[in-house]
């Protein structure tokens, strides 16, 4: 009987199934942390972008994302603005123009995807591509 116990690992035997909260004694179980979503919209409030709370602010902002309040605190703020990474209208003259650019089709298609796409399936290709060999 005795060989069966000295069998348990050493770890398991100094083991507590409930951990000692000794670091922690004024503070309640059930309150999780200060971190609160008015508290983080508070926070929030003083940055004009996500990138300068992250960086000034990263508990609060690491509390916001693991709770899933991130956009709940940056109604305030606006989004940033892109250009569009193709031009809003591709017309036969702007792909006859990127296609005099080059001198082979395959080139074409590397460097102006897009367009050569765009006149191949509206039928332009063979236009913007009659000057290449």
Not at 22 to 28: E, P, R, V
Not at 32 to 52: G, K, M, P, Q
Not at 72 to 82: A, E, L, Q, S, Y
Not at 102 to 128: D, I, P, S
Request: with cysteine; charged share 30%.
């Amino acid at each position: 009987m005795q060989a069966q116990i000295s069998q348990v690992p050493l770890f398991k035997q100094f083991r507590t199934t409930t951990p000692v909260r000794n670091w922690c004694l004024n503070q309640s179980v059930t309150e999780e942390s200060y971190w609160t979503l008015e508290r983080c919209i508070e926070e929030a409030a003083h940055f004009t972008t996500r990138v300068d709370w992250e960086k000034k602010s990263p508990v609060s902002y690491a509390k916001a994302i693991k709770r899933g309040w991130l956009t709940k605190c940056t109604t305030h703020i606006k989004g940033f603005k892109r250009k569009p990474a193709v031009p809003a209208t591709w017309t036969l003259e702007k792909c006859i123009d990127a296609g005099r650019q080059c001198l082979k089709r395959a080139e074409f298609k590397k460097r102006f995807h897009y367009a050569y796409e765009l006149a191949r399936q509206k039928g332009w290709l063979e236009t913007c591509c009659e000057h290449m060999t």
